[in-house]
């Protein structure tokens, strides 16, 4: 059992076969998703899976924090919001082009978290928490005091980002293969990361950062460097939801949506990176099948979460990893 | 003489009212192996540590080759090659054993701002790694989980790490604690067959291992330094037998 959770937290083992399997497959099926979807529903299919994609991508950068650094950060979704709305915010000036919006949208993020991360960083377990709490609070007040972009009510994307003036995110076949390579690379460059001498580093400062001090790493710079990251990616993510939705609101980073975050991360396995991205389909799409069952679907999700909590640990990549352990003799 | 390579003087700490650092003033010579004994509760660790930078003094000295580090925190002193072992075993438990290690080297050895390229797969990190876990006895061990080792193979693998950092000074606190009779022969054999390469400070309990290494011993006791000086002349010290040897050396 212990064996088993643990076995997901070591090094990444070098590219074998089957620990590549399940992240392949995953984008696979991302990849020719669009090829059926054509046959029915299209708009409502490509729009659900792209939301999946991006949701995924502000996962994955939650999982880097959560699942390698043990750093629980409960406002993740503040970073999604900033993203989101300095696309809303150009846009209502005329600022359209994704030349602009884009490196904005990475560098406001990652402004906010490196001045945020240089007081949550250091404080520890349940402070980090409350501070990285408190932080995206702060943010989502300010967002619904902005009378000027919709206060509350949010802002209306007028007109979705272009690239060098060529309008690609109007299109949403093509606006999900945008979100879908955004999302591979975010995947690609998370893994790179982890695997690094710089990963490493920071790896071992959840193991046990004061042996690591004791070798001779200022952690808190290696964990500073990783929360600024995982904050531009989150911003990445904000950026296509806004173009994605056409719409803001602080609703955007408000703390549920942070709990949300985390539960991805936790439901399809923290540490795995492409356990992110399994997470947040399953919560999305049971989500949304859940909805068009009943009003009151929060009910049956509620207790589903807990059992996947109770009985599924290492989340679903944990299960499918035990089943295929039992399978394999 | 040269100029010692760890000159403590006058450190004093009190946690509360008691004072587990009183006015200790000791040096470490070039490639000498200096213990530091005494009875539990003496202050030899909180010593350690704060010579390690985990603790700060109240007041006194420190200075290590030549250098003023009382100020400095522990991940400064590691890189100027103050290097230590945990009385409690401390390192990596999910990394891999030769990852314990690669990264003690790693410290050393070129920015780790590095955000591509697989860590694992350095032969430069890895092959200096593995030469160190050699020295230990734990080469066959690598590619194990730390989490899985014996106690015995932790104690080697915690001394592997700071053997790695190509140390200027090697404290060791207990690097015998727990440990059974072949393992503490063994570890003995390991540090003697270090010694001369690199000056020691060791903190150790079992007598035999100390007289059989020890090029100079300080007696600590309610963290004072009671006596201080060659391995016979301490055995010998009537305040010290008296004190301390009297009940170990029966």
């Not at chain 1, 920071?202 to 995982?230: K, S």
């Amino acid at each position: 059992m212990a064996q088993l959770a643990l076995a997901s937290d070591r090094t990444p083992r070098r590219s074998g076969l089957a620990g590549n399997v399940l992240p392949v497959l995953v984008f696979i099926v991302f990849a020719a998703l669009p090829l059926f979807a054509a046959f029915q529903a299209e708009a409502y299919v490509l729009g659900l899976v792209t939301r999946v994609m991006i949701f995924a991508i502000a996962a994955l950068s939650l999982d880097l924090l959560v699942g390698y650094g043990a750093l629980v950060s409960f406002g993740h979704a503040a970073f999604v919001g900033l993203g989101a709305y300095a696309v809303g915010i150009l846009s209502a000036h005329g600022v359209h082009d994704a030349l602009i919006s884009l490196p904005v949208a990475l560098g406001v993020s990652a402004l906010f978290a490196w001045a945020t991360g240089i007081v949550c960083l250091r404080t520890k377990g349940v402070y980090f928490i409350m501070i990285t709490l408190a932080f995206g609070q702060m943010v989502f007040f300010i967002a619904t005091s902005l009378a000027p972009y919709g206060g509350d009510d949010g802002l209306t994307i007028r007109m979705r980002s272009t690239l060098a003036g060529f309008p690609i995110f109007n299109n949403d076949r093509s606006l999900y293969y945008i979100c879908l390579a955004c999302l591979l690379g975010a995947y690609l460059l998370c893994r790179a990361l982890i695997g690094s001498r710089f990963g490493r580093v920071y790896r071992g400062a959840r193991e046990n950062a004061l042996r690591m001090g004791t070798i001779g790493f200022e952690v808190y710079r290696f964990q500073l460097v990783m929360y600024v990251i995982a904050g531009m990616l989150a911003g990445l993510a904000g950026f296509l939801l806004g173009n994605a939705t056409d719409f803001v609101s602080p609703a955007y980073m408000a703390w549920q949506r942070s709990g949300d975050l985390l539960i991805m991360v936790i439901l399809g396995g923290m540490g795995t990176l492409h356990g992110a991205i399994v997470g947040s389909a399953a919560f999305l799409l049971t989500e949304e099948w859940l909805s068009g069952l009943t009003e009151h679907w929060k009910v049956i999700f509620g207790p589903l979460l807990v059992l996947v909590a109770v009985f599924a640990r290492g989340g679903l990549i944990g299960v499918g990893t035990r089943l295929r352990g039992l399978l394999g003799g | 003489m040269a100029d010692p390579v760890l000159r403590i003087e006058n450190l004093s700490k009190s946690f509360g009212g008691l004072r587990v650092t009183d006015d200790v003033t000791l040096d470490v010579r070039a490639g000498e192996l200096h213990a530091v004994i005494g009875p539990n509760g003496a202050g030899k660790t909180t010593l350690i540590n704060q010579i390690s930078g985990l603790l700060a003094p109240d007041a006194g000295h420190i200075a290590f080759a030549g250098e003023d580090i009382t100020g400095l925190p522990a991940h400064r002193r590691a890189e100027r090659g103050l290097a230590r072992s945990f009385q409690i075993t401390s390192i990596l438990p999910r990394f891999s054993v030769l990852e314990n290690v690669a990264l003690a080297v790693q410290a050393r050895n070129g920015s780790s701002f590095r955000f591509f390229g697989r860590a694992a797969d350095e032969a430069g990190l890895n092959s200096p790694a593995l030469a160190a876990l050699a020295q230990v006895g734990l080469a066959d061990r690598a590619d194990a989980a730390a989490a899985d080792l014996s106690h015995g193979e932790k104690r080697a693998l915690e001394l592997a790490i700071a053997l790695a950092m190509e140390p200027k000074l090697l404290l060791l606190d207990e690097p015998m604690a727990g440990t059974g009779r072949d393992e503490t022969d063994r570890l003995v054999a390991v540090l003697r067959s270090l010694k001369g390469r690199f000056p020691m400070v060791l903190v150790e309990h079992d007598m035999t291992a100390v007289f059989a290494l020890a090029d100079r011993i300080s007696v600590m006791i309610y963290g004072r330094i009671l006596a201080s000086g060659p391995p016979d002349v301490v055995r010998n010290d009537p305040q010290v037998v008296a004190a301390y040897l009297g009940d170990e050396m029966e």
